[in-house]
């Protein structure tokens, strides 16, 4: 094969080595923000409890209140009773104990009620306070192995553009101006194969020409569709 094109076809599997560490680092990125967010969920929670908790707090304090004045109010009709004369009258201010004792059987149910909600949601919290501290834990630990792992393919990225600087100066300068005026907008895919007369960057037909300039092996060869620089795949060279 054409040494150009030979160490062309190398340039562009380097660059196609760095373009997938890219992703990589990501999805190691990704585990560790998907951890702050699954804390930060947890935070919010416990947040929205708290505001709960204090809520049904004032809740049973208002309750409170009513039973202090409902109370009162259950003496004066007792005091009431005694200078009753008709029955008439003992039969109404009877009414108005009846309901003055059912509103205090409620109440008390009520304050019971939210105080029960508040015992809840206090251990719901405290539990949630221990998953934030486990939770926080692991992310740490997570940081500190992702950092390295981050560390290790930054530096495979730069092991990588050492070897390609190397073999960059090695290029025929006009040519590299070339390839990498392709490399601008193809990215990983400036250098492609040709399979069954198809380029395998844009996968279009080549036209005839262009298949036997590139079968000829003599020069770098583009695509006449796409400009990508092209070579023969090994496997169908000897059909
Ligand atoms: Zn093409």
């Known amino acids: ?4 094109l030979e160490q062309l076809i190398e340039l562009s599997k380097l660059n196609q080595q760095i373009d997938e560490i890219g992703p990589q680092i990501k999805a190691h990125e990704h585990k560790l923000e998907k951890k702050a967010s699954q804390i930060e969920g947890i935070k919010l929670d416990f947040e929205r409890t708290k505001q709960t908790i204090a809520d049904t707090q004032i809740s049973v304090k208002t309750n409170n209140t009513h039973l202090k004045e409902l109370n009162k109010k259950l003496k004066e009709i007792t005091k009431k009773t005694n200078k009753l004369k008709t029955q008439k009258e003992v039969n109404a201010v009877q009414i108005e104990e009846d309901i003055a004792r059912q509103s205090i059987s409620f109440t008390n149910d009520e304050i ?6 508040v015992q809840l949601k206090k251990t719901q919290n ?5 998953k934030i501290k486990e939770e926080k834990k692991l992310h740490d630990d997570m940081t500190k192995v992702v950092k390295l792992e981050i560390k290790e393919l930054n530096a495979k990225i730069d ?3 050492k070897v390609k600087s190397t073999l960059s100066q090695k290029v025929d300068a006009k040519l590299l101006v070339f390839y990498e005026s392709i490399e601008n ?3 990983e895919t400036a250098v492609v194969k040709v399979r069954n007369k198809a380029c395998y960057g844009c996968f279009m ?3 005839n020409k262009t298949y036997s300039m590139l079968k000829l092996e003599n020069e770098v060869v583009n695509c006449d569709n796409c400009g990508r620089i092209i070579y023969l795949d090994d496997e169908k060279k000897l059909d």
């Open 126 to 130: 405290k539990e949630r306070q221990e």
């Open 159 to 161: 092991e990588i553009n």
């Open 205 to 207: 037909k080549l036209d």
């Open 1 to 4: 094969m054409n040494k150009n």
């Open 112 to 117: 019971e009620r939210l105080q029960n909600i």
């Open 185 to 187: 907008w193809a990215k």
